[in-house]
């Protein structure tokens, strides 16, 4: 690349966040004070690796990305963060992070690059020259694919200009051009179809393999691109982590791991793992089984 980065690792540990109890709550006669929405979460995301952050509605993964990003400005947060080891200041996070929002807001009168330019002289520093920042928003439509639509005004979505795919693509460009080290991505296939969804993840590979740092969270992947991603970080509702590793070659690391729990009904051939997974987990099957999967990942070798 033409802008150096360097890249940068997050590290969490104990992350617990809560909210005042909402008054029609209190009004059903809860005694709490307090509603908690993560209970305790620890994991790490690293340069270089793609993770997906799943789990049912109501799991806290939007939640967890937003208090890891800094975007939490209410409520109570406890437990530690730590960027490469360092701990996190939001001051300095904002500078080498980047949130790419499940709504694609532009501006619909200028074209792809001005998008771009206009990100690029607000977020890089001040000593980045002229040429270089240009060169360097080339090289970034070049790894999301946008250099032919680089004169194409971004227009209004599903009335004129860029597709939805494209408009998701620029998205990632435009947080792309701050030259990032961490990226985290709310649902970015979310309503496209499988062959849009396909070329946005190439996308998102390709950021991966410049060595940044990447987080999504996922909801309904098809089996392509669930298996796109390198890591998994599984969330049940009520805030708590429930497998936090590699997915391995066709998900088999995370299928030995649900199978080797007992009364977990085995995955039939061709059937999605993401979907496999969050039926076993749910939170009906924890009650007929008995199994807390939180605990059971907590003794798991996994979690050491």
């Excluded at 406890?78 to 532009?106: L, W």
């Excluded at 240009?134 to 005004?153: C, G, H, N, T």
């Excluded at 391995?248 to 299928?255: A, F, M, P, T, V």
């Amino acid at each position: 690349m033409v802008l150096p980065f360097v890249p940068l690792s997050i590290t969490f540990d104990d992350i617990k966040y809560s909210v005042d109890m909402p008054q029609e709550i209190k009004a059903q006669g809860v005694a709490e004070s307090r509603l908690e929405l993560l209970k305790g979460i620890s994991g790490s995301f690293r340069p270089g690796v793609l993770t997906a952050l799943m789990g049912v509605s109501g799991a806290g993964k939007t939640t967890l990305m937003d208090v890891l990003a800094g975007r939490k400005t209410s409520g109570y947060i406890e437990g530690n963060i730590t960027i490469s080891g360092y701990p996190k200041k939001q001051e300095t996070f904002a500078r080498v992070s980047g949130y790419c929002e499940q709504n694609d807001i532009h501006s619909p009168n200028v074209t792809v690059y001005e998008s771009l330019a206009f990100s690029s002289w607000l977020r890089l520093p001040a000593n980045v020259d002229s040429s270089t920042r240009k060169m360097f928003i080339d090289e970034v439509m070049e790894l999301v694919e946008l250099s032919p639509l680089r004169d194409a005004l971004v227009g209004l979505p599903g009335v004129s200009g860029l597709s939805t795919e494209q408009r998701k693509r620029l998205t990632i460009a435009v947080e792309l051009v701050a030259n990032p080290s961490i990226i985290f991505m709310d649902e970015p296939t979310s309503g496209l179809d499988a062959r849009a969804a396909a070329i946005v993840m190439r996308a998102i590979r390709n950021t991966v393999d410049t060595g940044r740092t990447v987080v999504c969270t996922i909801h309904q992947p098809s089996i392509d691109i669930f298996e796109s991603f390198d890591e998994l970080f599984l969330m049940k509702r009520g805030g708590e982590e429930i497998y936090v590793g590699p997915l391995g070659r066709h998900s088999c690391e995370l299928i030995r791991y649900f199978e080797a729990t007992e009364d977990v009904r085995k995955i039939k051939d061709g059937y999605n793992p993401s979907t496999w997974m969050l039926e076993v987990t749910s939170a009906t099957q924890e009650q007929m089984t008995g199994i807390n999967f939180s605990q059971v990942y907590k003794n798991s070798e996994l979690y050491r």
